[in-house]
T-cell receptor
Framework: GNSVTQMEGPVTLSEEAFLTINCTYT??????LFWYVQYPGEGLQLLLK?????DKGSNKGFEATYRKETTSFHLEKGSVQVSDSAVYFC?????????????FGKGITLSVRP | EADIYQTPRYLVIGTGKKITLECSQTMGHDKMYWYQQDPGMELHLIHYSYGVNSTEKGDLSSESTVSRIRTEHFPLTLESARPSHTSQYLC?????????FGQGTRLTVV
């Protein structure tokens, strides 16, 4: 079956630090990959996505590249802000079939200090 | 902007009460989901639906039930609430692979 593994958290950084959150996946087919973000007291929002190998998703200064050879989709940001404090989820969905489901990693909490 | 709504946002209710958590979307999505989020923030799929009159149990066993009589509406019901049901419940919908989430209902059973 499909699975997503995220690095253990929580992560605490100072403002303007470089961020990397690791994500690796196992899938039987050719999944689409996603990063979702959950701000305190809110539901999840899509942060970025990539639908095929070597695609790079980007949004709000965050980037992630779909690496089929290493089955990874690591999230990076060059300079984090206090407002980036949130929980980040890596997820995958099989691209084929109307009955696809999202599979989530466990999520990681990021805290950014001023 | 995603158009998926959950009500209520917060609910505190006594043990043994029947409750229904509402979820509605205006995007015409066929697929809808209910997730339970534990205090460690991990998401657990408890129910999903691929269309009207289709409902399936998710990866985590739940005493709740769901119905899908209309495309836009996917309510979750607990016949007899217990303190172990205290949690955050998130509803989502999707057309293909990308899911849109509601803001969640935080349920506390006392």
């Amino acid at each position: 079956g499909n699975s997503v593994t995220q690095m253990e958290g929580p992560v605490t950084l100072s403002e303007e630090a470089f961020l990397t959150i690791n994500c690796t996946y196992t899938a039987t087919g050719y999944p689409s990959l996603f990063w979702y973000v959950q701000y305190p007291g809110e539901g999840l929002q899509l942060l970025l996505k990539a639908t095929k190998a070597d695609d790079k998703g980007s949004n709000k200064g965050f980037e992630a590249t779909y690496r089929k050879e290493t089955t990874s989709f690591h999230l990076e940001k060059g300079s984090v802000q206090v407002s980036d404090s949130a929980v980040y989820f890596c997820a995958l969905s099989e691209s084929t079939g109307a009955n696809s489901k999202l599979t989530f990693g466990k999520g990681i909490t990021l805290s950014v200090r001023p | 902007e995603a158009d998926i709504y959950q009500t209520p946002r917060y609910l505190v209710i006594g043990t043994g009460k029947k409750i229904t958590l509402e979820c509605s979307q205006t995007m015409g999505h066929d697929k809808m989901y209910w997730y339970q989020q534990d205090p460690g923030m991990e998401l657990h799929l408890i129910h999903y639906s691929y269309g009207v009159n289709s409902t399936e149990k998710g990866d985590l066993s739940s005493e709740s039930t769901v119905s899908r009589i209309r495309t836009e509406h996917f309510p979750l019901t607990l016949e007899s609430a217990r303190p172990s049901h205290t949690s955050q419940y998130l509803c989502a919908s999707s057309r293909w692979t990308e899911a849109f989430f509601g803001q969640g209902t935080r349920l506390t059973v006392v």
